[in-house]
């Protein structure tokens, strides 16, 4: 008897169900068919995984297994696929992984930098209100007002100088304030 005569046969008893005969394709390619997935997807344990589920396939599939084909041909085929498979499956979840994290981190930044922005807020409020009243009116008219110091001393009656100073005073006063931010 010839090797494809043999694989024939073997085909023929295993579409019929024999179990002797799937122990013997087993026996034969295993380890081979381990080696070649190995090829594609480079790890042991997936490979062992992937030709597992080929020969559970083949059984559950049994009947379907072309009559003229050889045995190794299509355990390889099979496992060819489904490397193939396993690796697009796993390029389109390092997308989508890569995908999450980004937006984690992305929600993680805007979450760290709201509750920054709040806390540097509440900081330079409390900072500003430790400003003498004088002091603080001539600074809140300056920097959020946008006042120009000439305006603000004839507002209020005072040099353009006093200005200067009263300005000069609370820019120290709120940078000690907020040195943990600086």
């Known amino acids: 008897m010839t090797l494809k005569e ?18 013997l394709c087993y026996d034969l390619y295993y380890k081979p068919l381990c080696l070649f997935a190995n090829f594609f997807v480079k790890q042991p344990a997936v490979s062992e995984e992937i030709t597992q589920n080929v020969f559970l396939e083949v059984w559950i599939n049994r009947e379907k297994i072309p009559a003229h084909s050889s045995v190794k041909a299509y355990l390889m085929t099979a496992v060819k696929h489904d490397c193939l498979d396993y690796l697009k499956h796993k390029k389109i979840e390092e997308k989508y992984v890569g995908q999450y994290l980004q937006t984690a981190h992305d929600s993680y930044e805007d979450i760290f930098h ?17 400003l003498p009243k004088h002091c603080r009116e001539i600074f809140l008219m300056s920097r959020f007002s946008y006042i120009p110091y ?28 907020l040195d943990p931010f600086l």
Do not use: C, W, Y
Request: net charge positive; hydrophobic share 45%; no cysteine.
């Open 6 to 23: 043999l694989e024939q046969v073997t085909i023929l008893a295993l579409k019929e169900g024999s179990i002797d005969a799937f122990n």
């Open 150 to 177: 000439k305006e603000i001393a004839a507002t209020l009656n005072i040099s353009v100088k006093t200005v200067e100073n009263q300005i000069g005073k609370a820019l120290k006063i709120v940078r000690r304030e």
């Open 114 to 130: 709201e509750l920054v922005s709040r806390d540097l807020q509440k900081s330079l409020d409390q900072a500003i209100n430790k």
